[in-house]
C-alpha cells in the first residue's frame, strides 16, 4: 500500500467525476476519514497533500490532537457518533462537526460553545436510508433541527451529512445521494436566519463518492481507499 499513490489516485478521481458532472474539482473536499490510523501515517497522509482529516471516535481525536498529528491540516472534523457527555472534548476542537443529529446534541454542542465564547461550525445527519441501526435524524425531522440550530447564536449550521446504506451494488446510493441534494436546496432555500453558510454537502465514501459526486457532494469522506482495509472492528 502506497499512501501518497492512492492519495494521487482519489484525488484525480474526484477531479474526473467533477468534470463529468459539469462541475468545478475545486467544489469538492476530499476528508480523509482517518479511524484507527496511528499519528505517523496521519501526518504522511498530510504531508501527501490531504488537507482535512475526519475523525470517527472521541477518543482518537483527543490523543491525535494531544501529539500534534494534525499539523499542517487545514481542518479536523468529527465525523462519527457523538454523545452529548463528550461534547466538551469537540466542541472548539474541531472545525466542523459533521454528525447532529438531535435537538439534544445540539443544545448541548450550543451550551459548550458559549462557554468556550465560539461559534461552532455543525452539518445535520441525515439517516437518508431509514436505517434502525444508523444514526442521522429522519429526513421528517430535519426542519425542525434547522430551525431550531438558526436560533442558536453559538452555533453556524454549514450544510448536512449523510451515510446511506452500504451499497448493494454499483450506483445502489445514487438515490439516496439525489435525495440527499433535494433537501439541501430545500433546506438552503428556507434558510431564515443570516448567521448559517450553506455551502457543504457531506456523502461519498469510498465505495460510492464518484456517485455521490456526481449527485451534488460538495465533500467526500473516503478511508479505505486512502488507508486500505482496517481491521475488523464493532460498532464504528
Ligand atoms: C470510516 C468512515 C468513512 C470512510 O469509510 P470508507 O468506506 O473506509 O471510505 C466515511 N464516513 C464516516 C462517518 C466514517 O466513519
Avoid: W
Amino acid at each position: 500500500m502506497d499512501l501518497s499513490s492512492n492519495i494521487a489516485l482519489v484525488q484525480s478521481k474526484i477531479a474526473a467525476a467533477a468534470l463529468a458532472a459539469g462541475r468545478s474539482p475545486a467544489e469538492i473536499t476530499l476528508c480523509a476519514a482517518t479511524k484507527v490510523q496511528s499519528d505517523d501515517t496521519i501526518r504522511q497522509a498530510i504531508a501527501a497533500g490531504i488537507a482535512v482529516c475526519g475523525e470517527n471516535r472521541v477518543q482518537e481525536l483527543t490523543a491525535h490532537l494531544a501529539a500534534d498529528a494534525y499539523a499542517g491540516a487545514r481542518e479536523v472534523h468529527f465525523i462519527g457518533h457523538l454523545q452529548t457527555n463528550k461534547v466538551k472534548q469537540v466542541v472548539g476542537k474541531v472545525d466542523l462537526i459533521q454528525s447532529v443529529d438531535s435537538l439534544h446534541l445540539l443544545q448541548a454542542i450550543h451550551t459548550q460553545a458559549d462557554k468556550l465564547g465560539i461559534v461552532q461550525d455543525i452539518l445535520l445527519e441525515v439517516n437518508i436510508g431509514g436505517e434502525e441501526s444508523k444514526s442521522g435524524c429522519s429526513p421528517e425531522l430535519l426542519p425542525e433541527l434547522v430551525e431550531q440550530a438558526g436560533q442558536l447564536p453559538h452555533i453556524r449550521l454549514r450544510g448536512l451529512m449523510a451515510i446511506p446504506p452500504i451499497s448493494a451494488a454499483p450506483g445502489a446510493n445514487r438515490r439516496y445521494f439525489a435525495q440527499m441534494r433535494q433537501l439541501f436546496i430545500d433546506i438552503t432555500q428556507k434558510m431564515s436566519d443570516n448567521q448559517s453558510v450553506m455551502d457543504c454537502l457531506s456523502m461519498g465514501m469510498s465505495a460510492d463518492y464518484e456517485d455521490a459526486i456526481a449527485e451534488g457532494a460538495t465533500l467526500v469522506r473516503v478511508g479505505t481507499a486512502l488507508f486500505g482495509p482496517r481491521p475488523p472492528m464493532a460498532h464504528r
